[in-house]
């Protein structure tokens, strides 16, 4: 125990002595002074990457006995992670990367606590999916307050615009604003302004930390290379997954299958207005069919697949 914690004083020391001889210089130097985003990615960079047995190993020791410092180690050695997931959201997300990035962090830690190594399961692969949950969540949770999708134009502008312009560009067409108003039945003045908030702020992974360093962003991003093991195992999951979802599908209603085809596994979700006018039923009474439906593949998923839980 002292040993780690002297690691991790002297890792933190040098952390932060690294931070501070950097934003000297770049105070020294430049106009403007160091971007907190650079200031994280050159502090997660100092937290080595872990062999597939020493994440075993630590996550037996959360597992076994709430081992704080293993947990420390297992969620500092996977900050790049959530770094590389986050900047796959970026495009959504459209504002400053680090709330993405923050909320990231809250899932791999939850990822740690539930992390069970004797499942033979990569830890970064198990992590990946409660640091997408966790970033998901947030996006679906902000869309109101950052003024995405607050009308069904805007929600319907916000899935379909990019799709639309790169059709347009793909028949030889200029995507100018008047145009795709006509393809997609809004105004020219909502699609120039959805189109500016599409174009948001992004994060250029080659441009350098600072102005004076040769050090690109996408070397700090480094992640342990998937192996040729853990691509056939993830195939392999996808595929039955895949099965199963098709199996599942003829237990469901006409009805029930058109709301899990129009919302719960669709990229442009219908309204519950939608399909309830569709129906002939309130959209409450929609909402409680989509809970059901999910309800039920959950326990599908939990019958068929004894290890569904582990990545639930």
């Given amino acids: ?10 890792n933190s020391g040098k952390m932060k002595k690294n931070i501070k001889k950097s934003a000297s210089r770049s105070s020294d130097k430049a106009v403007v002074k160091l971007d907190p985003l650079q200031s994280y990615l050159m502090e997660i960079s100092n937290y ?21 410092d293993a947990a420390y180690r297992l969620v500092t050695s996977n900050l790049r992670l959530v770094v590389k997931i986050a900047l796959d959201f970026q495009r959504v997300w459209m504002q400053n990367l680090l709330d993405l990035i923050q909320e990231g962090n809250i899932g791999l830690m939850q990822a740690v606590k539930k992390f069970n190594p004797y499942k033979n399961v990569k ?5 990946s999916f409660w640091i997408k949950a966790y970033i998901l969540k947030f996006i679906m949770d902000n869309w109101r ?7 069904q134009v805007q929600r319907k ?26 393809r997609l039945g809004v105004s020219e003045r909502e699609i ?25 962003r996408i070397e700090l991003l480094d992640v342990e290379t998937e192996s040729a093991e853990d691509r056939i195992a993830k195939k392999e999951i996808e595929s039955l ?4 979802i098709a199996e599942f599908r003829k237990k469901m209603t006409q009805r029930e299958l058109e709301i899990f085809d129009t919302r719960i596994f669709s990229n442009t ?43 639930a």
């Fill in 192 to 216: 120039v302004n959805m189109d500016q908030r599409l174009d948001g702020w992004d994060v250029s992974l080659d441009a350098p930390l600072k102005d004076d360093s040769n050090t690109e």
């Fill in 157 to 182: 502008l916000f899935f379909k615009l990019k799709k639309e312009k790169q059709k347009l560009i793909d028949q030889g067409f200029d995507p100018k604003p008047k145009l795709l108003s006509e």
């Fill in 145 to 151: 307050l950052v003024k995405i999708g607050t009308t």
């Fill in 48 to 68: 080595k990457l872990l062999t597939r047995e020493e994440e075993k190993k630590l996550g037996a020791r959360v597992l076994e006995h709430d081992d704080r």
């Fill in 1 to 10: 125990m002292k040993d780690t914690n002297k690691i991790k004083d002297k």
């Fill in 241 to 244: 997954l895949h099965d199963k």
């Fill in 123 to 127: 830890f970064s692969y198990y992590a």
């Fill in 269 to 311: 979700p219908a309204t519950l207005q939608e399909i309830g006018d569709r129906y002939g039923i309130s959209r409450e009474r929609v909402r409680q069919v989509e809970k059901s439906i999910i309800n039920k593949m959950r326990e599908f998923f939990k019958e068929k697949l004894p290890d569904f839980s582990s990545f």
